[in-house]
């Protein structure tokens, strides 16, 4: 008898992923978990040492690397459009105060993280649709729920990814397609960690107290969040449990938006 756990373990073989910003961080974790559960991997991201490294330390698994620049829209044509599953995970965090917000930093934040999932998505809708089925994976953030001073690039490109993944899952619904978005605390990455230095600056505070003040200040369990915790539940939306789940917006966010 099957455990009655085992739909709530992918088995991807067969199928074609790809993440964005898949050098580090959630990204990393993610092709880890999508190559472990048999799926083919395409990496990408701007770091090509990154990419390299975490190859190597994935012997044995189906992981295809690409360096590009996302925030190049043009540049993203040479992506595959043909996947199953898409990750759109790369991020850049820039902080300071709106009237002070360098112009072209706001508009790469935007091109990065709102411009180029939507460009990913649509190329690769057409397969999925074509198939009758796919799974859009948005890693938003509590700030896609949630606004934070001094973030105002961040912030309002994840609460339009939000709006994003809520239409595309209403359009793909018909198609076998999901669309949903992960929304985590503060995770233990490289991009939380060179915020504390700007967050310091900007707020007044000794860099030491960033993270008790400000990152788990507003969370209920004061901790960071793993990267392994939001990749399990990347995998869990590709699961035969998760067909029902689209439009949403998952926080994993240890009860910021509880308040």
Known sequence: MSSPHTSLVPDLS??????TGAASGIGAACVAGFAAAGARVTAVDLDEGGLTHLVEGLPGLVVDTRDADLADLDALADLPGEVDVLVNNAGIQYVSPVHEFPVERFDLIHRLMLQSPFRLI???????????????INVSSVHGLRASAFKSAYVSAKHGLEGLSKVVALEGAPHGVTSNCLNPAYVRTPLVEKQIADQASTHGIPEDEVLEQIMLAPVAIKRLVEV????AMALFLCTPAATSITGSSLPVDGGWTAH
């Open 228 to 231: 392994d915790e939001v990749a």
């Open 14 to 19: 067969g199928r074609h992923v790809l993440v």
């Open 122 to 136: 649509r190329d690769n809708l057409p397969h999925m649709y074509a198939q009758g089925w796919g799974r859009i």
